[in-house]
């Protein structure tokens, strides 16, 4: 049994990535570690709780008790989707970004050095390269200029990922991946904020004029990416990730409206997001050359079924959108919305 460590692995893509290596990976053991944040959620993996070789351990990467208990036993390899990953939410409150994304990242290399792994995969983003442009896409040697605090601690945790690899020889892998999309996503992101709004008739606040443009991928391409480089990338090197599906802002959540077949006048433009990157496009041809991976969901038919997801998963997303959510939600749209 190849023993693995899954941390954050209750939120999005986390969630995502343990359904699709159990189902992959026949001779995996898995354990999934995570603090159950607001945006950790184990409904998200309800049809894998009673699998023998899924199991859930409740702990906080940046502390040190809980990862010494963790590490009592050495793991093969260990993949860190831990993190606070909203940039909203970093304008809002900073901190939390730094001692997750951060210090977490620095004590689970700790612990991995200390114990000894095989293989050790870092979940990064695009957003570390910082803004584009209309042209050029971003390369895995595009210098490093993150805009928000989201992706400032996001670099940081990448450049001691490296440094790591650098001094100490630790085996590490780093993925830089473009906007995901597709079922269980909080609603605080783009599009299931877009969709449940849409669904509960309320303003579809949309940032600035909507022409920011993201790199859509789809939650199971980005699964899929990661099993690839964790078995087969080549240690010390960063993987971009991307699903080649630029869009604006605007058509998405247009798309979003029509797919529904709602009225496009519930579309609000409110005050942009402060230092809101313009756009953001991947080059992930090392890992078509290098690895054989592309992606496979095109975009239209995929934020379809996202939609459909939601239509069909109301009570998961209603009893998401409660409580801590709806502060979250005056604090950043109250004075935005008329
Ligand atoms: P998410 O917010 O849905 O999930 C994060 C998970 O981490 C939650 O389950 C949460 O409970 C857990 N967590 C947070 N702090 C923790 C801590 N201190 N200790 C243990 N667990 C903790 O995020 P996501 O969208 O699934 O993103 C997962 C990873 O992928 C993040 O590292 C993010 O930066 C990266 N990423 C996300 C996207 C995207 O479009 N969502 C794109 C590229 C990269
Ligand atoms: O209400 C909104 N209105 C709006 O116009 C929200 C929430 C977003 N937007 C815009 C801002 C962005 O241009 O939509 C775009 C996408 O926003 P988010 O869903 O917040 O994603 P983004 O800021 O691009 O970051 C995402 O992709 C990279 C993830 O949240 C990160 O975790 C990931 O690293």
């Known amino acids: 049994m190849t023993r693995v460590l899954v941390t954050g692995g209750a939120g999005f893509i986390g969630s995502n990535f343990i359904r699709f290596a159990l189902k992959e990976r026949s001779d995996w053991q898995v354990t999934n570690f995570d603090s159950l944040t607001y945006a950790g959620n ?7 709780e009673r699998d023998a070789r899924y199991h859930f351990v409740k ?12 590490f009592s036993e050495p793991w093969d390899a260990v993949v860190n989707f831990a993190a606070e990953s909203h940039v909203d939410r970093s304008i809002l409150d900073p901190m939390s970004f730094v001692t997750t994304n951060i210090l977490g990242t620095q004590r689970l290399i700790d612990q991995a050095r200390r114990t000894g792994v095989d293989r050790y ?18 390369h895995e040697t595009t210098p490093l200029q993150p805009n928000s605090p989201y992706s400032a601690s996001k670099a940081s945790a990448d450049l001691l990922v490296r440094a790591a690899f650098h001094t100490h020889g630790f085996p590490a892998l780093v993925t830089r991946c473009s906007n995901n999309y597709g079922p269980f ?11 449940t709004n849409a669904l509960e008739d309320k303003p579809l606040p949309v ?6 443009i993201r790199d859509w991928i789809h939650v199971d391409d980005h699964s899929r990416a990661i099993l690839t480089v964790l078995e087969r990338g080549t240690i010390g090197e960063v993987y971009n990730i991307g699903g080649n599906a630029e869009r604006a802002n605007i ?17 609000q ?3 942009d997001r402060p230092g809101h990157d313009q756009r953001y496009a991947i080059d992930s041809s090392k890992m078509q050359e290098e690895l054989g991976w592309e992606p496979q969901h095109e975009f239209e038919v995929g934020l379809g079924q996202t939609i459909d997801w939601y ?10 959108r409660s409580g801590e959510y709806r502060e979250y939600f005056e604090r950043q749209y109250g004075s935005r919305l008329a």
């Open 42 to 48: 184990l409904e998200n993996l309800r049809d894998v």
């Open 59 to 70: 702990g906080d990467i940046a502390c040190e008790k809980d990862l010494t208990q963790l």
């Open 121 to 138: 995969l870092q979940v990064s983003t695009d957003e570390v390269y910082g803004s584009l442009g209309k042209r050029g896409y971003f």
């Open 185 to 195: 996503q909080f609603p605080e992101k783009l599009i299931p904020l877009m969709i």
């Open 207 to 212: 940032y600035g004029d909507g022409m920011n």
């Open 251 to 267: 058509q998405v959540v247009k798309a979003i409206l029509k797919h529904l077949g709602k009225s496009e006048d519930s579309i």
């Open 269 to 271: 433009f409110v005050t």
């Open 311 to 320: 239509l069909a998963n109301r009570p998961w997303w209603e009893s998401v």
